[in-house]
């Protein structure tokens, strides 16, 4: 069965610093990932996605994620982060025919 | 292009009791997923409709039931209420619900059992 684990249940940085949320992936079959994130009070909304090809895929807003097979991890990047970055941030594996399988969340805190 | 709607958007039951969430799709597409969301946890798959007929299910009793129309939007009906019940219903869209395909969520139905 696949199953997605996140490392860190609470991320919290100071604004303008980097920052890397980690995922790490089980899946042994196609590998299709997504981070999803949800701001408070909200639905979820899709950040990027790893499908095929390139393994460092980008977000209009500045994140970035590096699919990495040998450590089976899908890993979000972002070099400075901004107040509003503050929402919970979901790693997922679309890897079966229909589902898509989450980790528990990472809550970032972005503080000034 | 109008984006995937829930309705209500929250909800308080007694245990027990029975409850109808509603989805209506993004606008061609013909796939509805609902997942459970509990508090502090990542979203878990509940079931997948595609064209009408459910296409996969998770980890759910059978009180967890659902339904799609011709319009393609979606319930979700939930029997005999429990207090663990309790969590944020999502419903999301998509072309065809293969793996590869992003989905899009709706702002959700956030439902409290007392």
């Known amino acids: 069965a696949q199953s997605v684990t996140q490392l860190d249940s609470q991320v919290p940085v100071f604004e303008e610093a980097p920052v890397e949320l980690r995922c790490n992936y089980s899946?042994?079959?196609?590998?299709?990932l997504f981070w999803y994130v949800q701001y408070p009070n909200q639905g979820l909304q899709l950040l990027l996605k790893?499908?095929?090809?390139?393994?460092l895929v980008e977000s209009i807003n500045g994140f970035e994620a590096e699919f990495n097979k040998s450590q089976t991890s899908f890993h979000l990047r972002k070099p400075s982060v901004h107040i509003s970055d503050t929402a919970e941030y979901f790693c997922?594996?679309?890897?079966?025919?229909?589902?898509?399988?989450f980790g528990k969340g990472t809550l970032l805190t972005v503080n000034p | 292009e109008t984006g995937v709607t829930q309705s209500p958007t929250h909800l308080i039951k007694t245990r027990g009791q029975q409850v109808t969430l509603r989805c209506s799709s993004q606008?061609?597409?013909?796939?509805v997923s609902w997942y459970q969301q509990a508090l502090g946890q990542g979203p878990q798959f509940i079931f997948q409709?595609?064209?009408?007929?459910?296409?996969g299910r998770g980890n759910f009793p059978p009180r967890f039931s659902g339904l799609q129309f011709p319009n393609y939007s979606s319930e979700l009906n939930v029997n005999a209420l429990e207090l663990d019940d309790s969590a944020l219903y999502l419903c999301?869209?998509?072309?065809?619900?293969?793996?590869?395909?992003?989905?899009?969520f709706g702002p959700g139905t956030r439902l409290l059992v007392l």
């Open positions: 999301a869209s998509s072309l065809t619900g293969r793996g590869r395909e992003t989905q899009y």
């Open positions: 899946s042994s079959v196609s590998v299709y």
């Open positions: 790893y499908l095929s090809g390139s393994t």
């Open positions: 997922a594996d679309g890897g079966s025919n229909y589902k898509l399988t």
């Open positions: 606008s061609g597409h013909n796939t």
């Open positions: 409709y595609y064209r009408e007929e459910e296409n």
